[in-house]
């Protein structure tokens, strides 16, 4: 069975699952170069499928999800399309039409009608459209809108839960589980996929419903619980609590938080940090003092402050704390010359902590519900871009009754096309499940394979540029120039997936240098107080590192800095954001293996291989043009270094 993923939102991309197995996740913007690149055209779609060395007719279905509500864009001058209803030819179970009947698909058009929001409202829903049209380059005339109908005013209706506290939202929760064995079906709708003359049958699939299912059923585990939340907001779309067991995710309810919309608004609006936003306050908090926090301020939605809803509570603490403090300078707030100043830094920590403490609370309501149902179960299965916050992934592992945390390395929606897929081909198709996906092992190397020729012809279009040398060991030969002070782009096999490169998309240095921080950060046109992050050889990480999991191979996790000569990756609070890399990870495990014979030092420093704004790399020519644009001295890929030619 071949099911085909796509994804419409932000971070929008496409995946193949065949029989419960990713085979290949394709991110858009790293194809396109456009960072968190928007919408699928048919040209896309039709060179992905063409890579993946696959035919329209060789598609068995397709699972179609989007960013939370918004819907999908389409040129209706060419074959590609996706029509709500069932397809004639969908062999699903019959049952699914108890959640798939018409007047569904018709509340849910009711209730996208414009007549039927408010202005404010339906200016966001054409601002996107036309904003993805013009990504898309689509002329006003041809651009298509079809509504998202996985959406959540309508899907998951029978599993949302009243609206409750945080530390409420076990009251009223049923303690049986066969009064959710069907919830799963509220977060699919039918629909055909129209490409080039076939008509494929699809499900929309609710987009956390595919966020649960890619961090799950890519786990290594036979039962798990499983928490979502991103920066969505509203019913269903800040993410619920489910519990995944076996072949089976069965959604329990909403926990109404919006925390990733306020880390967001903190981090963007507030600080004014710009591109990856959430990401750079996660770095900046621990120049800061969690002195703005009060416990007081921890809750969802529905909790309140003196009759204030919460976050709103929050903003004017926020603004309170800052005027009537002498250590604060307002002139500072979101001052990129002065981030690390006392208003910015405390902004940072304040909000971060916020963060984890509301976390902490939600997964322990989510353990107690889980109890409540006769569930007992160490793992967790974390998914939604706030799952990317490494320090509160951490306190969850160290201080919560899940001893077992697994989060999948594509988080952010960029993983929501296998998870539509995954969530079709289990709980759709109702297909049994073995815990031995490539992610179950450590293995995130899931992007298209390159064409045999890509490397050879890279390197002869750049010939005039550059110098091609061919050592005996290409690991031994970049371990060399590490230890010599060089900063090397390591480039190999498929790319890996998520936002953060792990080893076959990387530019890698020695961490033992105290100038290194500065030097990395600079090359990359990064912020100097950011932090950068090391790649350790899983069986040496205790030594190095305390605080994690025994494998961390996504970077998802924090750990305490053991040593003192390895500044380079050490945080200003001496932790650090670790990759553990084992022997599946190819020759990015022998550079570091050859790093270690060298120096006795098992570590080396990990960042992304891309520039300011733009996409981690993924064809040969991207690497090549970060290397004569002197993003690092020399390039391994191919079996060979590269270098820039001196200029005559």
Not at 8 to 25: N, P, Q, S, T, W
Not at 85 to 103: H, I, Y
Not at 577 to 597: A, M, N, P, W
Request: proline share 6%; with cysteine.
């Amino acid at each position: 069975m071949r099911i085909l993923g796509l994804q419409f939102g932000h971070d929008a991309g496409i995946a193949i699952v065949e029989d419960g197995r990713v085979k290949f996740l394709a991110h858009a913007e790293r194809l396109l170069r456009r960072k968190h690149a928007s919408g699928l055209s048919h040209q896309f779609v039709s060179d992905v499928l063409s890579r993946a060395g696959l035919r329209p007719e060789e598609i068995d279905y397709c699972a179609i999800v989007s960013t939370q509500a918004r819907d999908l864009v389409f040129d209706d001058r060419y074959p590609f399309t996706v029509e709500p209803g069932r397809n004639p030819t969908d062999t699903l179970p019959s049952n699914l039409e108890d959640a798939s009947r018409a007047e569904n698909i018709s509340d849910m058009r009711q209730i996208l009608h414009p007549d039927s929001m408010n202005k404010a409202a339906w200016a966001r829903f054409e601002k996107f459209h036309t904003g993805v049209a013009q990504e898309l380059e689509i002329p006003d005339e041809h651009a298509h809108i079809v509504p998202c109908l996985s959406r959540g005013p309508v899907y998951g209706r029978r599993v949302v839960g009243k609206k409750a506290t945080l530390i409420s939202l076990e009251d009223g929760v049923s303690r049986s589980l066969a009064d959710y064995s069907k919830g799963h079906l509220d977060f699919n709708f039918p629909a055909t996929l129209v490409f080039e003359g076939h008509r494929i049958p699809a499900s929309y699939v609710g987009h956390h419903a595919a966020h649960a299912a890619a961090t799950f059923y890519q786990s290594p585990f036979a039962t798990s619980a499983i928490m979502t939340l991103d920066g969505g907001r509203g019913l269903n779309e800040g993410g619920l609590f489910w519990l995944g067991d076996g072949h089976r995710i069965t959604p329990i309810r909403s926990h109404y938080l919006d925390l990733g919309n306020v880390y967001l608004w903190a981090a963007g609006t507030v600080l004014k940090l710009g591109g990856s936003a959430a990401g750079k306050l996660m770095g900046l908090a621990p120049y800061g003092r969690p002195a703005m926090f009060d416990e007081k301020f921890v809750g969802n939605s529905a909790d309140t402050v003196d009759g204030v809803p919460l976050y709103k509570a929050w903003v004017k603490h926020l603004e309170d704390v800052i005027s009537g403090s002498s250590r604060y300078n307002p002139a500072d707030i979101g001052n990129a010359d002065k981030m690390t100043s006392a208003v910015n830094a405390d902004i940072a920590a304040s909000m971060q902590t916020l963060f984890e403490e509301t976390m902490m609370v939600a997964v322990d309501q989510l353990a107690r519900i889980l109890a409540n149902l006769g569930v007992n179960t160490n793992n967790l299965s974390l998914s939604g871009g706030c799952m990317l916050n490494c320090p509160t992934n951490t306190r969850i592992f160290r201080e919560t009754t899940f001893t077992d945390v697994h989060v999948e390395p594509a988080c952010d929606d960029g993983g929501l096309p296998a998870g539509g897929a995954l969530w079709v081909y289990h709980n759709l198709m109702d297909k049994p499940r073995t815990p031995s996906h490539p992610l179950a092992q450590g293995v995130p190397y899931l992007g298209l394979p390159l064409a045999e020729d890509a490397i050879p012809s890279a390197l002869a279009a750049f010939k005039d540029k550059i110098s091609v040398n061919t050592p005996g060991d290409l690991a031994a030969e970049g371990a060399k120039r590490l230890v010599a002070g060089q900063v090397i782009g390591w480039f190999e096999g498929r790319s890996e997936v998520g936002p953060r490169a792990l080893g076959h998309r990387s530019i890698v240095a020695d961490p033992r240098g105290k100038d290194t921080w500065a030097r990395v950060n600079t090359i990359k046109g990064r912020e100097l107080w950011r932090p950068l992050a090391p790649s350790v050889l899983e069986e040496y990480a205790h030594e190095w590192f305390k605080g994690l999991p025994a494998r961390s191979p996504f970077m998802m996790f924090v750990g305490e800095v053991l040593r003192d000569d390895v500044p380079a990756i050490a945080h200003i609070d001496n932790t650090a954001r670790v990759q553990t890399v084992s022997k599946e990870c190819g020759g990015y495990y022998d550079l570091i293996k050859q790093f270690h014979k060298l120096t006795g030092c098992a570590v080396v420093l990990n960042t992304s291989m891309n520039g300011p704004g733009e996409p981690i790399a993924e064809y040969p020519t991207d690497a090549i043009k970060m290397l004569l644009d002197g993003r690092f001295d020399a390039l391994a890929i191919g079996g060979v270094i590269v270098e820039r030619k001196a200029p005559h």
